[in-house]
């Protein structure tokens, strides 16, 4: 090995790959033999071959199964003229032998010239070595696309997290697990579309880019649209939009969207996201507590095939009744604080005071009852618990209970100590709707940077008139790291967001 090959690698293990294998790339194209084939069908998949492993070595032999199967090279073991390697596919991996002496010229030249994390079409007849592993006898290779940099050795190319996140490529090919989670949640969400279908509900699109900060108290993203010369605002949520679609007569929406908030990246927050929301005429808060548990449980029974699931050291059991409990209860069971210390502003503000949580000054009765909450409570939730009957305060488009207008009808589902679904009973009084977003405003002058926008659209659409409507987001990234036993955000979402590496 020559200075410049060896200082590449020590340099970066790509440029290493890279000086290589283009001379391996060079060499298939002086002998004519394309590194990159314009198109290629396969006719049989891996996993075609792997029912054939039930057969003893005599019996395969004498059934002569012939195959062409295509895929990556995985690993290479070479012997002088003979070489054994592992090709996969989508479907599973096969063994493959093939003998110099056996091969045509274009596939000699392919075998002297190939590598792992190449793609080869191999044709031959399946055997078991004497070791019993079935195998692909191969008579004629070809290349189908030549891998220039390689793969990452797998006990020591992808130890670093966020280099796994940012070559997801990489991660994908090496780490089988990870890409079970991501099979795991396709099928979680196809799992609650055929739910939702199978109910009457119709899949709908609504704008991405707002004119106004709508949907969720959150802190939007800011762009410009040069045509319109206005500022427009990223989606928190769809809430308002899918609402206006109940209004005009589709009684049952639902949309599976990505939202966008401004705030911090964290092992349960990236400022994109996946939520699907649904909207339901006709119907409560109990009814969607009830839908939600089962969509949760049936996709834990379909896909893992168990209603109980692991999650870090513990269990999760989605097949039990799932606890109820109003914030208030939920302060004092998972607490020492007493009924008289989260009641009325003057306990609740010394109460914030000994927990460490500074006051703002436009927060009431209702949001430090919440805060309160989110200090004390939420950490113990770890079983399926819905939280329920929210402060009013908190909960600007959630309709009040009819016999206290300071309480909603309002849920969050947590599991695992987290928020994994929100959902209430719609507020469909214009007038009520209009004063709430006032208050938002005033809050918003007030300093909270976390306030929605006057909708003056929306309470014409609520003056047509809401039917009694029930609506519930469920943030699919977090449902999958429960299904997937993931730690991290970053674990289920293909390409999170990070810090430049050029920082």
């Keep these: 090995m020559n200075n410049t090959t060896e200082n590449n690698r020590n340099n970066t293990e790509t440029i290493a790959y890279q000086s290589f294998r283009l001379e391996k790339k060079t060499n298939l194209e002086n002998a004519n033999i394309p590194p990159y084939i314009n198109s290629y069908t396969k006719n049989k998949d891996i996993q075609t071959a792997l029912p054939y492993n039930t057969m003893d070595k005599p019996t395969l032999e004498s059934e002569n199964v012939e195959l062409i199967l295509a895929g990556r090279v995985m690993a290479m073991r070479k012997m002088g003229k003979a070489s054994f390697f592992t090709i996969t596919d989508r479907t599973g991996s096969i063994q493959i032998y093939i003998k110099i002496g056996n091969l045509d010229d274009n596939s000699k030249i392919v075998a002297e010239n190939m590598d792992v994390g190449d793609f080869l079409a191999c044709h031959g007849v399946l055997f078991k070595t004497n070791t019993n592993e079935l195998t692909l006898k191969t008579h004629k290779i070809e290349m189908l696309t030549k891998s220039l940099a390689g793969l990452p050795e797998k006990w020591h190319g992808l130890k670093d997290v966020e280099k796994r996140y940012r070559q997801r490529y990489n991660d994908l090919v090496i780490n089988n697990d990870v890409k ?25 699109e609504t704008p991405m880019m707002h004119a106004l900060v709508t949907g969720a108290a959150a802190e939007p993203f800011t762009t410009h649209h040069n045509a319109l010369n206005m500022d427009l605002y990223l989606r928190i949520a769809s809430e308002l939009h899918l609402k206006r679609l109940v209004v005009g007569g589709l009684e049952r929406v639902f949309e599976l969207n990505r939202n966008f908030r401004n705030e911090g990246v964290s092992t349960r927050h990236n400022p994109e996201f996946t939520m699907i929301e649904w909207y339901m005429a006709y119907s409560n808060y109990e009814q969607i507590m009830d839908m939600v548990q089962d969509i949760i449980t049936t996709a834990a029974v379909n896909i893992l095939g168990t209603g109980t699931v692991p999650y870090g050291d513990k269990a999760l059991n989605l097949s039990q009744p799932w606890e109820k409990l109003t ?31 500074k006051k703002e000054d436009s927060w009431g009765a209702g949001r430090m009852l919440a805060e309160v909450f989110e200090e004390v409570a939420e950490k113990h939730l770890f079983q399926p618990t819905f939280i329920i009957d929210f402060p009013t305060e908190v909960s600007p488009l959630a309709k009040a209970k009819d016999n206290d207008p300071n309480t909603t009808e309002r849920f969050e589902l947590y599991i695992a100590n987290m928020e994994v679904a929100n959902g209430f009973n719609e507020l469909n009084d214009p007038i009520d709707q209009y004063e709430r977003f006032k208050k938002q ?51 289920v979402i293909l390409f999170p967001h990070m810090r430049s590496d050029h920082d």
Excluded: W
């Design 441 to 491: 405003l005033e809050d918003r002058d007030a300093g909270d940077k976390e306030t929605t926008d006057m909708d003056e659209d929306y309470i014409n659409a609520l003056a047509v008139g809401l039917p009694p409507t029930t609506g519930i987001g469920v943030g699919i990234d977090r449902l999958v790291m429960l299904l997937t036993n993931s730690q991290s955000i970053r674990e």
């Design 327 to 357: 914030m208030f209860d939920a302060i004092l069971k998972h607490s020492s604080l007493q009924p008289e210390d989260i009641t009325g502003m003057e306990n609740l503000t010394k109460t914030l005071q000994t927990l460490g949580i």
């Design 180 to 204: 079970q989670k991501f099979i795991i949640r396709s099928k979680t969400v196809s799992h609650i579309r055929n739910y939702l279908e199978n109910l009457g509900f119709y899949e709908v």
